[in-house]
């Protein structure tokens, strides 16, 4: 499994951008795509994760201002971040987990960059 993540960029305070990551190759149905960041110095953490059936998770500083979603048809999830604050910068992760095999697969990685 491949993953193109884009949509990264600079914004200032109070600002949205919005995260997109294709994945493509040997795609099970049963999937779960997320959304990491890892912040200067920082581990990488959860942002936000969906299942193929469209379950939601979210990380605690990211709730009520991110919204996680996908299109299963073209295998892609998105990640629409409202009021961006500029402890959000970071390099943001698309992940892809096959359930069946359990095995993770990660895209490159996107910097967001918000300028207070």
């Known amino acids: 499994v491949q993953l193109q993540a884009s949509g990264g960029g600079l914004v200032q305070a109070g600002g949205s951008l919005r995260l997109s990551c294709e994945a493509s190759?040997?795609?099970?149905?049963?999937?779960?795509m997320g959304w990491y960041r890892q912040g200067p110095g920082q581990e990488r953490d959860l942002v936000a994760s969906i299942t193929s059936g469209g379950s939601t998770a979210y990380g605690d500083s990211v709730k009520d201002r991110f919204t996680i979603s996908r299109e299963n048809a073209k295998n892609t999830v998105y990640l629409q971040m409202d009021s961006l604050k500029p402890e959000d910068t970071g390099v943001y992760y698309c992940?892809?987990?096959?359930?069946?095999?359990?095995?993770?697969?990660w895209g490159r990685g996107t910097l967001v960059t918000v300028s207070s």
């Open positions: 190759g040997n795609i099970e149905g049963n999937n779960d």
């Open positions: 992940k892809f987990v096959d359930r069946r095999t359990r095995w993770n697969y």
